[in-house]
Every structure is written in structure tokens, then in C-alpha cells.
């Protein structure tokens, strides 16, 4: 990882203008802050630097200074006497130093990228046609900028393995592999599950695992993602879709509490890929295979797609009003989830001070795998703290609950998406509430609900979830839910709307952000829905110091007690 | 041309061929040996680092480099410790210097590496030693035995407080474990992919991420014989900026074959063709020289070399006036490299002479960065088909702009390795390349030898 702490501000000259750019930043990325881009393959901002691509080829030059004194030497006209280095430097090992020239569209450097892109292209199988990378491949853009239109190379192409198992998840295809080692770089740096390898040498030189081990890391799809050609592919998506039918929508992995930054492809409302979207405060350029595999939860067989009341289906209206007798005038328990968004949170929340309900709340929990799958497996914990939902730290049971029902406590209840059966209520219990259930697939408990209301998944649906590190970010609706179906904001609104005096009309999301922002105390006080469309927003985790929050210390995240003390 | 046969004075090999010496530690002891570590370790390292810049001793590896120079750049403010690397991993076509001194006498190396390893401050030095030098391995291993079990290496040398361990490491059988950082990587147990400079200078982040020297074994031999002599006399032998004696290997079609350890510059390429291995064949006429080894540019024989020395005198050479140092060969356009001398005479095919270098370029690059790996074999596979029927006309000029896709645009020095020859055979003997064109229906003559 290359990129420099420091932040001071080095004037250089790039192409003869002079600019400002960070001490310390390696060519490729002070000119691109300029606009200007130094292509390259092997270079990646977060794997450190091999160098081996030699496509960054640039003209550098360091002010000239006098041996003996050490006093810069000056041209006739006074401006410092640039020392250019006789041959062409890899942009992305040169760092940048006050007074450097760089050239990066001189003749030489165009020359240079000519050269490469040829010598990458008389091995390589010029099969774009029918392949997966086409229309995002950066071989293919650079030899549209520097390819010669037409091959000088007659002789025969090396033959490489075409269909490689690398992998449950990932297949090469090493003809197109330019050898640029990316994915070898991850493996050992960012997943430290160092598996590939290249065997044999020169132009034959293969991409490979090592015997006996295979890519299978819950992190091997990111190598997919970062393989600059076609070689690695995704065994999922290969040949299913042409990237340029995708539309990209910029979504949060639902995972964990990790929360990394995604974006979300899909055609005519059918998801087709999940890859991760870089953001550098939480999880750079990666993302888990677990998580890129949820879209498959949208189609699954056990997706509840259309409201029922004891196992009929019935219009959402009906639905909702169902609902509503089922609840009104009991002792009322909210089973609500640390999966919902934090708008969702924050009308329960509501929903519930204003009905005097008893709110339950569960986590779940797993193994923490250091990087960004947290232990948390709920995108959205903190957010039931925030927005007042829970006071205490939700355990992986709701014992209370079972405890509340035997007790007499709670006659009705609204389960959000849990499975109470699985978390410690008895089937006894059970059977002494009646259920209503609002969630997006099948459990134990939808099967013994009274009414169900459906609901949608993070991908059909917009809202925000605070992250581990207390970072507060939104996300965009990616595909449109099942005809019919209403965001659950708008159906937790209308329950509202029946069972208090209080009317709560709000149900688009700056309505519901105009309302938060303006709620005292309130960690979201003042917080602009605009603002939060822009970026993440740090949030202040002190109130909660005293939690013990599961998480590790992992990828850009320091546990609370870490950071404060 | 002279007519005297210039005499060879050997240091370096000075016992190497005596049949009453032996590569055992009693034959060194009798001609003097370890008596240099002795008085070494009687100096200051600092002092020992001194005379070995004041000699002048360049690098016998193939670029030349001021070896004593090299140890100044030595990181000593790390804190980390320091190594020293023997490269014994040659294998440059052409060259076979090495060999000889490891085989027949290897504790004069020994003995030049752990004054090294004391003037640089050295805890462990290793031998990176070529794969297919299964013999000599054992021949230095029993030999630093040898030179452990008297006190001369190991633990408390001379009964000092200074320790060093030296290791021999047996290499990975590839050309580019001999590139310097090739051989760090090897030697750290990896593929040895030359490691990008900057950042990656041995002096400073070498073996292990710790301040390295590496030397070649002729270069660490030297420093034994710089320390006998003093470093200022050291610089008499030879000529100024090209001192001490140099170990030359002639192959080709010459008489006598072999290697030739000549004072720098007493001697001319001539003299050394002609004189020394006896000429060429009868009847035969010389067609080309490649002076340094397979990699250093192509010198014709037929051709002028024109211009002005360092000390400004001018110079107009034929290539049998080209003086064997240092500099002469580099005011010839080439280098004398590692002192791998091919003679070529007019019975060779230039272009089969090039398909078999690049024959051996494509095979081992090592396939790291792209110019290299995929234009040295690029250039192999046009040779080979223009020497298989398939020449074109244009050929020529492809080779030649391959090469310069190829030059300096590589992380290592292999990539002007690869493209030098290229770039000098095409150029100079641009008429046999063409000539291939005509004759491209022809097949091969069954008689001639076999291309790589």
C-alpha cells in the first residue's frame, strides 16, 4: 500500500503545467488528479507495486543540482535545469517529489504504450467476441488509444489452458492472462491466502494455484474483479451477460456490518452481479464472495412475493387492514431487526412509543474473518441504537420475548423478518400470539403468522444502514420489487396510521429524513438527506462506548475502545 | 598487428592450472593463502573498503561497475544486517571464467569474500552458485569446510571477535538468477523476478529487505589480491580506469579455444584472435566478434570504429585493434561484458547465429515484465522461420523495431540483453537478413548444424 499518509501539497510539473498534488504520490496517481490518465494493468492503488506491466512508461526529471554545493542549477533563464532520466520510468513507482517534470503524452511515451500494447497482443487470443470482459476491459480500451488497427505478427500464438478451475467460484482462461499478477498480489496482501502462482517461464509463463490448494477464500472473487483482461472470470456470471446491458446501481452488502460499498447490475429488473464499489474509509476496492452471491436471494423459491392471511393470498390493503385487527387493542410485542434500514427503524420506533409496545430486538452473529466479514452478520445493529429502537446491546435470542409472552406481557405481535422459533420462543408461546409477520422469506414463524406482509430486500428498495465503524451510508433501490408491493416504510406507515391518533403520512425517504433530522438528541440531528446521497458520514459512537460490540479489529475498523483510548 | 605473442599474466589463475596444485586448502596455504585475510583483518574494515576503491577494481560480473564504489552505497544507518552475495551463477553464453576459479581454486575465493564480508561488516555471506555446477558445489562446500575447521571463515575468524557464515546455495538452474535481484529473490526461495529499482537497490533493500552487497567471483577474487598487494598498486596493473588483469573466454572458430587471463589493455582483440588462440581456422576469414559475452553487441570485422576515448585522444579501429579492457570494447559500440569472447568466422550464418541467441533470450527470460517476455520470444520465433524457409524481406526491419520496443523499457538489464544482439546482427549484417528472403523456398542444409 503505497499511498502516503502525509497531505502537504508538492508543486510538480506535469506536461509542462504546472500543478499541486500530495507529496509522495506515485505518477499515475498525481496525473490522473490532473486529468490526465497514464495507463496501466499491474499497478493497483491498494496492492503494493510490481511494476511489471510497464504500460505507465513516463518521462521524468528531478531539478539538476550541483554536486559539490548542492545549489540547484539554473537554465540561462533562470528556471531550475531539469535532469530527465535517459529512459522512460513506471509511473507507478515514481513517487513525486517537489520540482519533478513528468511527461506523460510526450512522443517517447506514446511509443512506449504503442510497443506494449503490441507485444500484449500477439500472444493474446483476440477473442472479445466471446468474451466476459469485453466492454469493461482495460486491454481493449488501450488498444483502441494505442493498438496499430493491425498485427504485424504472423507466427503462431502460444496455446494455453482455456478453462481452468481456479476455484468453486472462479475459471481462467489463461491466454488472456497478461501475467500482470493482480490476483497473485490480492491473495498473498489482502485476502493472505497466498495460493497462485505462475509456473514455467517467459511468454509460456501460466497463472496457476499451487498443487494441492485452490482459490477458494470467501475473497477470490475480488481477483475477478481486478484482473485487468478476461482471464479470470467470474463462474457465476460467465457468458451469461454483456457488461454493457448492466445498469449499475450503488448499493451496501447487506452481509455483515462491515458494510462495503457495491454496485449492483442488473438488466430489465433481474440482478446478474454484485461487485464491490471502492470507497477507501471502509472497504477499498474488495468485497466477500458471500455477499456477491445475496442478489440470489431476490429470486429464491422461498421469496414471499404476494400478502396472505392463513394461507390465502389477499390484497395488500386487506393485508394491512388484517394486520390491524390483529393488533389493535392488545398488549402489542414488536420483533423488530438489526437487518432493517435505519428509516424502517426509526418509524417502529415510532410505531412502537406511540402504541406502547414491548420492542424486541435479536442479533446474529458469526465468525469475524478479520477483513469485512464481521462477526456482526446484520448490516444495520448500530442503526437500532441510533435511532432509540434498542437501549441495550441485542442478543442472539430473544429469550425475553418468550419470557414477555409467558408472562402475559405481549398478546399480539409484529415480527419483522426474525424466525422466533429458531431464537429460543417456545412453539407453546407461539401458539398463545397471534403473529403478524412483514419480511422477505419463508421461516418457521411466516408459517404460523396470521397475516403476512412482504417485504422487500435491500436490492429493491432504498434507505440507509450505519456501519461497524459507525459510518452512516445510503444506498439506492437497484431492481423494482414484485408487482405490488409496497416499501415497508410506507406499510409500517399505514400500520401507524391505524393504530395511532398520530398520522404519519411520511413514507418516501426525505419525508422520513426531514422528520429524523429534526428529532432531538438524536445522533441524525441536522443531518441533511442531500448530504447523506453525497457520502458517508461519520457518526459519533461514544454514547455506546460501554457496549461490548462483537467486531474485531478488521479492514479500516478499530473497535470503539481501540479508537477512544 | 604485433608480431610478438603478448605474455599472460595471471593472478587470478595464477596456480589454477598447475598440475601440483589442488583445490584442497594445503596446496593454498603453500602459495601463501589466507596470509591477505590475515593482514586485512589486521586493518579496519573501513580502511580494508579503502583499498579496494582505491584499486579501481571494476565489476567482473558484466557491467563493470567500481566495485569499492558499490560498497560505499551500502546502507550502514539501518540497523539491519548487512550480506554479501557471491554470484556464481554464470551463464552467460560465451562466458566460463568463473568455473574455472570456483573448481580449481576455490579458497582464493573464499578468502576474497570473507575480507569483503569484514570490510562491509558481513555476518553471513552466501555463494549463489549456477544449477548445472553440481561439482563445483561440493568443491566449495569441502572447501569452506576446509577453511572453517582452520579458522579462516565460520565462527571468530583468526580467533577475532568477527564472525561470518558462509553458505553455498545452489541456484535454479535460469539465466536471470544471475541479475542481481533475480538472485536475491532466488535466494530468498521465490521465483527470481528481478525486483523493480527504484525502490529495490541491494545496496539498500537487498536480501530480505536488508542493505546487500553482491559481487562476482572474479570481482571478490580480485579483492584478495587487492589486499596483498595495497590498493594503489593494485592500480598499476592494467591501465588507468580498466586495472588489474581480466580473465578472457574465447570460443568459436579459433585454434585454440580457452581462457586467458591478460593485464587490461595489454592486448589487443587482434592479438588475442590471431596470437594468443592461435587464429582461425585455415582458410578460413573472420566474419564477426561478439566481445562480451552473447549479449554484447555484434562487432563486424570488416568494420571502423571511430572516436574520442574518456582522456580525449581519438581513436580509428579496426576491430582487431580493439583494445581488451574495460573501455575499449564500450568505444567500439559494445562491451566486454563478462569477457565472453565469440569469434565467428565466414563459414557462419549470421542469421542462424541469431536465431540461436535469441533462441536462448526467449527461453530465458523470465517472463516478468512484458517487452522482454513477449518480444525476446517474439524475435525467436521470427528467426527461427527465416531460417527455416520462411524468410520475408521485411523481417529486417521488424526484428530491428521489436528490439527497440523492447530496450530500455524493461525492470532489469535483461531486456538490453535481449535486444542488443538483435539490434547489432540486423543492423550490421542487414544484407544476410535480406539475402534470407531470397532464399526463403530453400530448405535447410541437412549438414548444418542444429539450430537451439
Given at each position: 500500500m503505497i499511498a502516503p499518509e502525509k497531505n502537504e501539497l508538492v508543486v510538480i510539473s506535469l506536461n509542462g503545467v504546472e500543478v499541486e498534488v500530495p507529496n509522495g504520490i506515485n505518477a499515475v496517481e498525481a496525473a490522473a488528479l490532473h486529468g490526465k490518465e497514464v495507463p496501466h494493468y499491474c499497478y493497483h492503488p491498494k496492492l503494493s507495486v510490481a511494476g511489471n506491466c510497464r504500460m505507465c512508461l513516463v518521462e521524468m526529471g528531478t531539478p539538476m543540482r550541483d554536486r559539490g554545493t548542492g545549489d540547484p542549477i539554473l537554465e540561462e533563464d533562470g528556471t531550475p535545469k531539469i535532469g530527465w532520466v535517459p529512459k522512460p520510468v513506471i509511473g507507478c513507482a515514481t513517487n513525486v517529489s517537489p520540482g519533478m517534470h513528468l511527461r506523460t503524452e510526450s512522443d517517447l511515451v506514446n511509443e512506449c504504450r504503442e510497443g506494449i500494447m503490441e507485444f500484449l497482443l500477439v500472444n493474446h487470443p483476440l477473442d472479445c467476441p466471446i468474451c466476459d470482459q469485453a466492454g469493461e476491459c482495460r486491454l481493449q480500451e488501450f488498444a483502441t488509444d494505442y493498438g496499430r488497427g493491425y498485427s504485424?505478427?504472423?507466427?503462431?500464438?502460444?496455446?494455453?489452458?482455456?478453462r481452468t478451475r481456479l476455484g468453486p467460484r472462479v475459471t481462467l482462461d489463461d491466454e488472456r492472462c497478461i501475467l500482470c499478477s493482480r490476483c497473485i498480489r490480492f491473495s498473498q496482501e489482502v485476502a493472505k491466502d497466498d495460493v497462485l502462482g505462475f509456473v514455467d517461464r517467459g511468454s509460456f509463463s501460466t497463472l496457476t494455484c499451487f498443487p494441492g490448494k485452490e482459490l477458494a477464500n470467501n475473497y477470490s472473487l475480488n481477483t475477478v474483479d481486478i484482473c485487468p483482461v478476461g482471464a479470470l472470470t467470474s463462474t457465476d456470471f460467465r457468458f451469461k451477460m454483456r457488461v454493457w446491458f448492466l445498469k449499475e446501481s450503488k448499493s451496501i452488502c447487506p452481509e455483515s456490518s462491515a458494510g462495503c460499498n457495491t454496485l449492483v447490475s442488473s438488466r430489465e429488473g433481474v440482478i446478474q452481479r454484485i461487485t464491490p464499489r471502492r470507497n477507501d474509509l471502509i472497504n477499498d476496492t474488495w468485497m466477500t464472495d458471500s455477499g456477491r452471491a445475496l442478489y440470489k436471494l431476490v429470486q429464491a423459491e422461498d421469496r414471499i412475493r404476494r400478502p396472505s392471511a392463513n394461507g390465502n393470498d389477499i390484497p395488500l390493503d386487506d393485508a394491512i387492514s388484517r394486520a390491524f385487527e390483529i393488533l389493535?387493542?392488545?398488549?402489542?410485542?414488536?420483533?423488530?431487526?438489526c437487518r432493517s434500514t435505519l428509516e424502517e427503524q426509526f418509524l417502529t420506533h415510532r410505531l412502537i412509543e406511540l402504541t406502547d409496545a414491548k420492542v424486541f430486538i435479536r442479533g446474529h452473529f458469526g465468525e469475524d474473518d478479520g477483513i469485512l466479514l464481521s462477526a456482526d452478520r446484520t448490516p444495520n445493529l448500530r442503526g437500532a441504537l441510533v435511532s432509540g429502537l434498542s437501549n441495550y446491546y441485542p442478543q442472539d435470542h430473544l429469550n425475553d420475548l418468550n419470557q414477555s409472552i409467558s408472562d402475559g406481557e405481549v398478546e399480539s405481535l409484529l415480527v419483522i423478518g426474525e424466525d422466533l422459533l429458531e431464537s429460543g420462543v417456545s412453539q407453546d408461546n407461539l401458539s398463545k400470539v397471534s403473529v403478524v409477520f412483514m419480511g422477505t422469506h419463508q421461516n418457521s414463524t411466516s408459517s404460523i403468522a396470521e397475516v403476512i406482509l412482504p417485504g422487500l430486500t435491500v436490492f429493491e428498495k432504498s434507505g440507509s444502514f450505519?456501519?461497524?465503524?459507525?459510518?452512516?451510508?445510503?444506498?439506492?433501490?437497484?431492481i423494482p420489487g414484485p408487482v405490488g408491493l409496497l416499501s415497508d416504510c410506507e406499510i409500517i406507515s399505514r400500520l401507524h396510521n391505524l393504530l395511532t391518533d398520530e398520522a404519519a403520512e411520511f413514507f418516501k425517504l426525505n419525508e422520513i429524513w426531514k422528520a429524523m433530522s429534526s428529532s432531538k438528541n438524536s445522533l441524525l440531528a441536522g443531518i441533511e438527506f442531500s448530504e447523506l446521497k453525497k457520502g458517508v458520514i461519520q457518526l459519533d459512537g461514544a454514547k455506546w462506548e460501554h457496549l461490548s460490540f462483537i467486531e474485531k479489529e478488521a479492514l479500516h475498523h478499530k473497535p470503539l475502545e481501540l479508537t477512544t483510548s | 598487428?604485433?608480431?610478438?605473442?603478448?605474455?599472460?599474466?595471471?593472478?587470478?589463475?595464477?596456480?589454477?592450472?598447475?598440475?601440483?596444485?589442488?583445490?584442497?586448502?594445503?596446496?593454498?596455504?603453500?602459495?601463501?593463502g589466507y596470509e591477505s585475510l590475515k593482514k586485512a583483518f589486521s586493518m579496519k574494515p573501513e580502511e580494508v573498503g579503502e583499498e579496494v576503491l582505491k584499486s579501481g577494481v571494476r565489476g567482473r560480473g558484466g557491467a563493470g561497475f567500481p566495485a569499492g564504489m558499490k560498497w560505499k552505497f551500502l546502507d550502514r544507518k539501518s540497523g539491519k544486517p548487512i550480506y554479501l552475495i557471491c554470484n556464481a551463477d554464470e551463464s552467460e553464453p560465451g562466458t566460463f571464467k568463473d568455473r574455472q576459479i570456483m573448481y580449481k581454486d576455490p579458497h582464493q575465493l573464499i578468502e576474497g569474500m570473507m575480507i569483503s564480508a569484514f570490510a562491509i561488516g558481513a555476518k553471513q555471506a552466501f555463494i549463489y552458485i549456477r544449477a548445472e555446477f553440481h561439482e563445483g558445489a561440493r568443491i566449495l562446500e569441502r572447501a569452506i569446510l576446509e577453511a572453517k575447521q582452520a579458522g579462516f571463515c565460520g565462527n571468530q575468524i583468526l580467533g577475532s571477535t568477527y564472525s561470518c557464515d558462509l553458505v553455498v546455495h545452489r541456484g535454479a538452474g535460469a539465466y536471470i538468477c544471475?541479475?542481481?535481484?533475480g538472485l536475491i529473490e532466488s535466494l530468498e526461495g521465490k521465483r527470481p523476478n528481478p525486483r523493480i529499482k527504484p525502490p529495490y537497490f541491494p545496496a539498500v533493500l537487498g536480501l530480505y529487505q536488508c542493505p546487500t552487497i553482491v559481487n562476482n567471483v572474479e570481482t571478490l577474487c580480485n579483492v584478495r589480491h587487492i589486499i596483498e598487494i595495497g590498493g594503489e598498486e593494485f592500480s598499476n596493473i592494467g591501465k588507468p580506469n580498466n586495472t588489474g588483469t581480466r580473465i578472457w573466454c574465447v570460443s568459436g572458430q579459433v585454434m585454440k579455444p580457452g581462457y586467458?587471463?591478460?593485464?587490461?589493455?595489454?592486448?589487443?582483440?587482434?592479438?588475442?584472435?590471431?596470437?594468443?588462440?592461435?587464429?582461425?581456422?585455415?582458410?578460413?576469414?573472420?566474419?564477426a566478434v561478439i566481445p562480451g559475452g552473447s549479449s554484447a553487441k555484434v562487432l563486424r570485422a570488416d568494420e571502423r570504429f571511430t572516436g574520442s576515448l574518456k582522456d580525449g585522444s581519438e581513436f580509428d579501429w579496426g576491430l582487431e585493434d580493439i583494445p581488451l579492457d574495460f573501455d575499449g570494447p564500450m568505444a567500439a559500440g559494445s562491451m566486454s561484458g563478462s569477457g565472453g569472447i565469440i569469434v565467428m568466422d565466414d563459414t557462419v550464418d549470421i542469421v542462424e547465429a541469431m536465431a540461436n541467441v535469441n533462441a536462448f533470450y526467449a527461453h530465458e527470460s523470465c517472463g516478468q515484465c512484458t517487452p522482454c517476455r513477449e518480444g525476446s520470444l517474439w524475435m525467436r520465433k521470427i528467426t527461427q522461420r527465416m531460417c527455416s524457409g520462411g524468410a520475408r524481406e521485411e523481417d529486417a526491419d521488424l526484428l530491428l523495431s521489436v528490439a527497440k520496443q523492447i530496450e530500455g523499457r524493461t525492470i532489469c538489464a535483461f531486456g538490453e540483453a535481449a535486444a542488443w544482439p538483435t539490434q547489432s546482427f540486423v543492423t550490421k549484417f542487414k544484407d544476410d537478413f535480406i539475402k534470407k528472403a531470397s532464399e526463403s523456398s530453400k530448405e535447410r542444409d541437412s549438414k548444418s548444424l542444429q539450430l537451439i
Amino acid at each position: 500500500m503505497i499511498a502516503p499518509e502525509k497531505n502537504e501539497l508538492v508543486v510538480i510539473s506535469l506536461n509542462g503545467v504546472e500543478v499541486e498534488v500530495p507529496n509522495g504520490i506515485n505518477a499515475v496517481e498525481a496525473a490522473a488528479l490532473h486529468g490526465k490518465e497514464v495507463p496501466h494493468y499491474c499497478y493497483h492503488p491498494k496492492l503494493s507495486v510490481a511494476g511489471n506491466c510497464r504500460m505507465c512508461l513516463v518521462e521524468m526529471g528531478t531539478p539538476m543540482r550541483d554536486r559539490g554545493t548542492g545549489d540547484p542549477i539554473l537554465e540561462e533563464d533562470g528556471t531550475p535545469k531539469i535532469g530527465w532520466v535517459p529512459k522512460p520510468v513506471i509511473g507507478c513507482a515514481t513517487n513525486v517529489s517537489p520540482g519533478m517534470h513528468l511527461r506523460t503524452e510526450s512522443d517517447l511515451v506514446n511509443e512506449c504504450r504503442e510497443g506494449i500494447m503490441e507485444f500484449l497482443l500477439v500472444n493474446h487470443p483476440l477473442d472479445c467476441p466471446i468474451c466476459d470482459q469485453a466492454g469493461e476491459c482495460r486491454l481493449q480500451e488501450f488498444a483502441t488509444d494505442y493498438g496499430r488497427g493491425y498485427s504485424r505478427y504472423i507466427e503462431r500464438k502460444n496455446v494455453k489452458p482455456k478453462r481452468t478451475r481456479l476455484g468453486p467460484r472462479v475459471t481462467l482462461d489463461d491466454e488472456r492472462c497478461i501475467l500482470c499478477s493482480r490476483c497473485i498480489r490480492f491473495s498473498q496482501e489482502v485476502a493472505k491466502d497466498d495460493v497462485l502462482g505462475f509456473v514455467d517461464r517467459g511468454s509460456f509463463s501460466t497463472l496457476t494455484c499451487f498443487p494441492g490448494k485452490e482459490l477458494a477464500n470467501n475473497y477470490s472473487l475480488n481477483t475477478v474483479d481486478i484482473c485487468p483482461v478476461g482471464a479470470l472470470t467470474s463462474t457465476d456470471f460467465r457468458f451469461k451477460m454483456r457488461v454493457w446491458f448492466l445498469k449499475e446501481s450503488k448499493s451496501i452488502c447487506p452481509e455483515s456490518s462491515a458494510g462495503c460499498n457495491t454496485l449492483v447490475s442488473s438488466r430489465e429488473g433481474v440482478i446478474q452481479r454484485i461487485t464491490p464499489r471502492r470507497n477507501d474509509l471502509i472497504n477499498d476496492t474488495w468485497m466477500t464472495d458471500s455477499g456477491r452471491a445475496l442478489y440470489k436471494l431476490v429470486q429464491a423459491e422461498d421469496r414471499i412475493r404476494r400478502p396472505s392471511a392463513n394461507g390465502n393470498d389477499i390484497p395488500l390493503d386487506d393485508a394491512i387492514s388484517r394486520a390491524f385487527e390483529i393488533l389493535k387493542g392488545k398488549k402489542i410485542g414488536v420483533v423488530a431487526s438489526c437487518r432493517s434500514t435505519l428509516e424502517e427503524q426509526f418509524l417502529t420506533h415510532r410505531l412502537i412509543e406511540l402504541t406502547d409496545a414491548k420492542v424486541f430486538i435479536r442479533g446474529h452473529f458469526g465468525e469475524d474473518d478479520g477483513i469485512l466479514l464481521s462477526a456482526d452478520r446484520t448490516p444495520n445493529l448500530r442503526g437500532a441504537l441510533v435511532s432509540g429502537l434498542s437501549n441495550y446491546y441485542p442478543q442472539d435470542h430473544l429469550n425475553d420475548l418468550n419470557q414477555s409472552i409467558s408472562d402475559g406481557e405481549v398478546e399480539s405481535l409484529l415480527v419483522i423478518g426474525e424466525d422466533l422459533l429458531e431464537s429460543g420462543v417456545s412453539q407453546d408461546n407461539l401458539s398463545k400470539v397471534s403473529v403478524v409477520f412483514m419480511g422477505t422469506h419463508q421461516n418457521s414463524t411466516s408459517s404460523i403468522a396470521e397475516v403476512i406482509l412482504p417485504g422487500l430486500t435491500v436490492f429493491e428498495k432504498s434507505g440507509s444502514f450505519i456501519n461497524r465503524s459507525f459510518f452512516l451510508q445510503s444506498f439506492d433501490q437497484a431492481i423494482p420489487g414484485p408487482v405490488g408491493l409496497l416499501s415497508d416504510c410506507e406499510i409500517i406507515s399505514r400500520l401507524h396510521n391505524l393504530l395511532t391518533d398520530e398520522a404519519a403520512e411520511f413514507f418516501k425517504l426525505n419525508e422520513i429524513w426531514k422528520a429524523m433530522s429534526s428529532s432531538k438528541n438524536s445522533l441524525l440531528a441536522g443531518i441533511e438527506f442531500s448530504e447523506l446521497k453525497k457520502g458517508v458520514i461519520q457518526l459519533d459512537g461514544a454514547k455506546w462506548e460501554h457496549l461490548s460490540f462483537i467486531e474485531k479489529e478488521a479492514l479500516h475498523h478499530k473497535p470503539l475502545e481501540l479508537t477512544t483510548s | 598487428m604485433s608480431t610478438t605473442t603478448p605474455k599472460e599474466r595471471r593472478i587470478i589463475l595464477k596456480h589454477a592450472d598447475d598440475p601440483n596444485y589442488s583445490n584442497r586448502i594445503g596446496c593454498y596455504l603453500r602459495e601463501g593463502g589466507y596470509e591477505s585475510l590475515k593482514k586485512a583483518f589486521s586493518m579496519k574494515p573501513e580502511e580494508v573498503g579503502e583499498e579496494v576503491l582505491k584499486s579501481g577494481v571494476r565489476g567482473r560480473g558484466g557491467a563493470g561497475f567500481p566495485a569499492g564504489m558499490k560498497w560505499k552505497f551500502l546502507d550502514r544507518k539501518s540497523g539491519k544486517p548487512i550480506y554479501l552475495i557471491c554470484n556464481a551463477d554464470e551463464s552467460e553464453p560465451g562466458t566460463f571464467k568463473d568455473r574455472q576459479i570456483m573448481y580449481k581454486d576455490p579458497h582464493q575465493l573464499i578468502e576474497g569474500m570473507m575480507i569483503s564480508a569484514f570490510a562491509i561488516g558481513a555476518k553471513q555471506a552466501f555463494i549463489y552458485i549456477r544449477a548445472e555446477f553440481h561439482e563445483g558445489a561440493r568443491i566449495l562446500e569441502r572447501a569452506i569446510l576446509e577453511a572453517k575447521q582452520a579458522g579462516f571463515c565460520g565462527n571468530q575468524i583468526l580467533g577475532s571477535t568477527y564472525s561470518c557464515d558462509l553458505v553455498v546455495h545452489r541456484g535454479a538452474g535460469a539465466y536471470i538468477c544471475g541479475e542481481e535481484t533475480g538472485l536475491i529473490e532466488s535466494l530468498e526461495g521465490k521465483r527470481p523476478n528481478p525486483r523493480i529499482k527504484p525502490p529495490y537497490f541491494p545496496a539498500v533493500l537487498g536480501l530480505y529487505q536488508c542493505p546487500t552487497i553482491v559481487n562476482n567471483v572474479e570481482t571478490l577474487c580480485n579483492v584478495r589480491h587487492i589486499i596483498e598487494i595495497g590498493g594503489e598498486e593494485f592500480s598499476n596493473i592494467g591501465k588507468p580506469n580498466n586495472t588489474g588483469t581480466r580473465i578472457w573466454c574465447v570460443s568459436g572458430q579459433v585454434m585454440k579455444p580457452g581462457y586467458y587471463e591478460f593485464e587490461c589493455g595489454a592486448l589487443t582483440l587482434g592479438e588475442m584472435i590471431f596470437n594468443v588462440c592461435g587464429g582461425l581456422k585455415p582458410g578460413r576469414s573472420l566474419k564477426a566478434v561478439i566481445p562480451g559475452g552473447s549479449s554484447a553487441k555484434v562487432l563486424r570485422a570488416d568494420e571502423r570504429f571511430t572516436g574520442s576515448l574518456k582522456d580525449g585522444s581519438e581513436f580509428d579501429w579496426g576491430l582487431e585493434d580493439i583494445p581488451l579492457d574495460f573501455d575499449g570494447p564500450m568505444a567500439a559500440g559494445s562491451m566486454s561484458g563478462s569477457g565472453g569472447i565469440i569469434v565467428m568466422d565466414d563459414t557462419v550464418d549470421i542469421v542462424e547465429a541469431m536465431a540461436n541467441v535469441n533462441a536462448f533470450y526467449a527461453h530465458e527470460s523470465c517472463g516478468q515484465c512484458t517487452p522482454c517476455r513477449e518480444g525476446s520470444l517474439w524475435m525467436r520465433k521470427i528467426t527461427q522461420r527465416m531460417c527455416s524457409g520462411g524468410a520475408r524481406e521485411e523481417d529486417a526491419d521488424l526484428l530491428l523495431s521489436v528490439a527497440k520496443q523492447i530496450e530500455g523499457r524493461t525492470i532489469c538489464a535483461f531486456g538490453e540483453a535481449a535486444a542488443w544482439p538483435t539490434q547489432s546482427f540486423v543492423t550490421k549484417f542487414k544484407d544476410d537478413f535480406i539475402k534470407k528472403a531470397s532464399e526463403s523456398s530453400k530448405e535447410r542444409d541437412s549438414k548444418s548444424l542444429q539450430l537451439i
